[in-house]
């Protein structure tokens, strides 16, 4: 049978027995203990009566009876997907939720994520509910994960995690700045005694990406009423290559200019652009309580970790710099990263009052360096250059104090009114360090420039917050939840917003649920103050930062909060106790969103502006003379977009006597973006706008705009099946050679099969091997039409033959082993 036909007719067989399952009879009572027991449902999908902290605080919330809506995932489920990293692992348990898969220059060594087709930064991550620092490597080249500086979640092992409680609600008015598409609250384990320890290996079924990690987990008891818990985890992963061919290395002038090319071993495929960055990640995690005394505990956070990767960039040819490189070369752009983020807190009662004062400092710093590469000009120049640079280094700091406080007032209402109130300041400091002399001498190192002198420089931003939230029951069965929040940043002044919830109980197993809301997101340090060259063998673009006078010169004057306003419709049902569904429809409107520009060209465009020539030289930076397309790319508030979309989950358990337990799950997402307003035209690079349309296609359609999750996770004896049907919608982006012609990039509709079979040995041992992408299916390739136009160009962006901005990656089916020992 063909891949796809028995691809299908999976997706399809479970969908009919998840549906037809919806319809049987209840479980019996025993078989609803059992239920109450399990672990999450196969769409990783955790039991709604868990008890949450996200989106509320009032104690004791069921994620069954939130007036917002909230997903649960438990360790278990994210380690049944097989990943390395906890940020694939997400993505494969929300349909909201995607993942970058591939990245250009450093952004594929800090791969990010996107929740409802926002931005990365438009996500609040939380840990133990406290604001998480973002990274340092910002992403700058286009596509849809550009800009993105938001937490880096592999920082955060998944053996020391207890549970996540995802908000996919705007939480600005709750919890501050970038809470417009949602919440991430990531709950760390706080066992004081025994643990486990896990390895896992994988690869892909076509090559590359080998992968090994190992993780253990262990709590001590340090004295009487404390518990630690500390995680130690380790992975490496390894290249991947699925590029093409680099048009320029079969162009027969190349081929009868350059003397015994065709001999270098691995031609004509060289050029190894297009994979996995190949990355070694060292964390610990350490969660640790005291309590005091019967009303007060003493609390901490500590989670630190190290990153060394390596990615290929473009191959250059052995007529750069024959000197030294007789068969050409295959720069690489590493990156040592260390992160480190520290809490400490006490919690307790004081009065009628719960009060909770923390301050968490949270910093990244991002060593780039370039390998295997050469400074072509300090080369001609002197007869010398180094083969490895430093090209600088971008340092991120966070540090944020917190002091709330709520209580319990009565005032008649069915149950006490919940009142909370808090206060918080926070301070940002961001910096680029210059890089060595010989890495940013005239053009600088081959691959990637060092920082200049002009674009190094430390930033400071402090922020100012007061929060107002009140909830409760006016009646029985309507819960009423209100928050306001007062905000005033150093650099911007004040913002102010609020969200009103409500759920009303119409019956014991059905309810409705709604929010309005408005939000903000004030830029990152990072999006306004970066500046950079980004160069490849036959182009070189300037990152301009908003802030500068080069940015003036094209009419770009810094950048301002975007500012948004939240919708959202939910009704739960819960018709048996095995059975639960919620659907929640919702629309998001930003202003002033912002985002990266297109390709801005002052020459080897299909029209250019005198304003960006301007602009380099007032940046003063020094272009590569060799290389035929020049240009910029900048941030700027140049948008206007709306998101519409609906979120629909169902879950259902059911027991089947000597037959076992099968938990059946449908989770789908659908999400349409549209740009409702291009904000900025500036005169002075007319005719060129600052959005082109591949810009546009990034945001609007890159993602796809429907996704299903169909689950089932099968239970019996000592055995697990997990099988999940993941089905992702179309998505198309638009590019073009020069911006003259665009063509469309499309992925057809997929249906990624995922499967585990785990069996457990005895009480302490257990071992699973699983696949993700079963049956190895890739995306489209790119548009024939436009691979010409770059192979007629003799374009190294020919290379590129398969879209990065699939969903589920270029790389094909991963495959993997696992082996679990609980003490």
Excluded: C
Excluded at 509 to 527: D, H, K, M, Q, Y
Excluded at 634 to 641: D, G, R, Y
Excluded at 706 to 714: E, I, K, S, T, Y
């Amino acid at each position: 049978m063909h891949k796809t036909t028995l691809k299908i007719g999976v997706a399809a067989v479970l969908s009919t027995l998840a549906f037809g399952a919806a319809s049987a009879y209840a479980a019996p009572a025993e078989a609803e203990a059992e239920v109450a027991a399990a672990a999450v449902a196969p769409t990783e999908v955790a039991a709604t009566a868990s008890v949450i902290v996200t989106g509320t605080r009032s104690s004791g919330m069921k994620a069954e009876n939130s007036a917002s809506p909230i997903q649960v995932l438990d360790a278990a489920s994210l380690q049944r997907t097989g990943q390395p990293d906890l940020i694939q692992a997400l993505a494969q348990n929300l349909p909201s939720f995607t993942a970058q898969a591939f990245g250009g220059d450093t952004a594929n060594l800090t791969l990010s994520a996107r929740l409802r087709g926002l931005s990365p930064n438009n996500t609040l991550v939380l840990i133990n509910g406290k604001r998480r620092h973002g990274t340092a490597n910002l992403a700058v080249l286009g596509g849809p994960y550009q800009g993105g500086a938001a937490a880096d979640l592999n920082y955060i092992p998944v053996a020391a995690i207890d549970h996540i409680e995802v908000l996919q609600d705007g939480a600005a008015a709750q919890y501050g700045s970038d809470a417009i598409a949602g919440v991430i609250n990531i709950i760390l384990k706080s066992n004081n005694r025994g643990g486990n320890a896990t390895v896992t290996g994988g690869g892909y079924w076509d090559g590359g990406g080998r992968s090994a990690s190992g993780a253990v987990n262990f709590g001590v008891e340090p004295f009487e009423n404390a518990y630690l818990s500390v995680t130690v985890d380790s992975k490496y992963h390894g290249h991947s290559d699925r590029g093409g061919i680099d048009p320029r290395l079969v162009d027969p002038r190349n081929v009868a200019n350059i003397p015994g090319m065709t001999q270098i071993s691995g031609y004509p495929y060289l050029n190894k652009i297009q994979g996995d960055a190949a990355y070694h990640l060292n964390v610990l995690a350490a969660n640790f309580g005291w309590d005091i005394d019967a009303n007060s505990q003493l609390y901490s956070i500590l989670t630190a970790g190290r990153k060394e990767a390596s990615a290929y960039e473009n191959y250059r040819l052995p007529n750069r710099v024959p000197g030294l490189y007789p068969q050409g070369f295959s720069p690489k752009e590493a990156i040592k990263q260390d992160d480190v983020a520290l809490t400490i807190g006490v919690k307790g009662k004081l009065a009628d009052w719960n009060t909770d004062i923390s301050t968490t400092y949270g910093r990244d710093k991002s060593r780039i360096g370039v390998e295997d590469s050469v400074n072509a000009s300090l080369f001609a120049d002197t007869g010398a250059s180094p083969t490895e640079f430093s090209a600088g280094a971008f340092v991120a700091t966070q540090t944020t104090t917190t002091l709330e406080a709520s209580r319990e007032i009565e005032v008649g209402w069915s149950k006490p009114l919940t009142f909370a109130t808090g206060l918080e300041y926070r301070v940002d400091q961001y910096e680029i360090q210059a890089g060595d002399p010989a890495s940013r001498y005239k053009e600088g190192s081959q691959s990637y420039p060092g920082f200049s002198l002009t674009d190094a420089g430390k930033h400071r931003r402090t922020n100012k917050a007061a929060y107002v939230n009140v909830a409760g029951n006016p009646v029985k069965d309507l819960t009423v939840d209100l928050a306001g929040r007062y905000e005033h940043f150093s650099d911007f002044g004040s913002a102010r917003v609020g969200k009103l919830t409500s759920r009303y109980e119409m019956t014991p197993t059905a309810a409705v649920r709604g929010t309005i809301s408005n939000g903000f997101r004030a830029p990152t340090l990072a999006e306004s103050y970066y500046s950079a060259t980004n160069v490849g063998p036959t182009s070189a673009f300037v990152q301009l930062a908003p802030n500068s006078p080069g940015a003036r010169l094209v009419g770009v004057n810094g950048l301002k909060p975007e500012k948004s306003n939240n919708l959202s419709f939910g009704l739960v049902f819960n018709p048996a106790s095995n059975l639960n569904v919620t659907v929640d429809v919702y629309q998001i409107k930003i202003r002033d969103r912002i985002v990266g520009s297109g390709a801005l060209y002052g020459s080897g465009g299909a029209i250019n502006s005198p304003a960006v020539v301007s602009a380099i030289l007032a940046n003063g930076n020094v272009l590569d003379s060799t290389v035929s397309q020049t240009g910029i790319n900048i941030f700027s508030n140049a948008v206007n977009t709306r998101s519409r979309g609906m979120e629909f989950v169902a879950t259902l358990n059911e027991s089947y006597g000597t037959y076992g337990r099968v938990d059946w799950s449908i989770a789908a997402n659908y999400n349409k973006v549209e740009v409702t307003q291009i904000n900025q035209a500036p005169t002075q690079l007319m005719p060129q706008t600052l959005l082109d349309k591949t810009a546009i296609s990034n945001l609007e359609t890159a993602s796809p705009k429907m996704r299903v999750n169909l689950g089932a996770l099968w239970k019996i004896g000592n055995w697990t099946v997990n099988l999940r049907e993941a089905i992702y919608g179309k998505s198309n982006n638009y590019d073009s050679e020069d911006g003259a012609v665009y063509h469309k990039n499309e992925i057809k509709m997929r249906a990624i099969t995922d499967l585990e079979v785990g069996y457990k040995i005895d009480n302490a041992w257990s071992v699973a091997v699983g696949a993700n992408n079963l049956f190895n299916l890739y995306p489209n390739g790119i548009n024939p039409a436009l691979l010409a136009d770059q192979r007629a160009a003799l374009d190294n962006a020919a290379v590129t033959v398969l879209p990065s901005f699939s969903p589920f990656g270029i790389n094909g089916g991963y495959y993997y082993a696992r082996a679990n020992y609980k003490f």
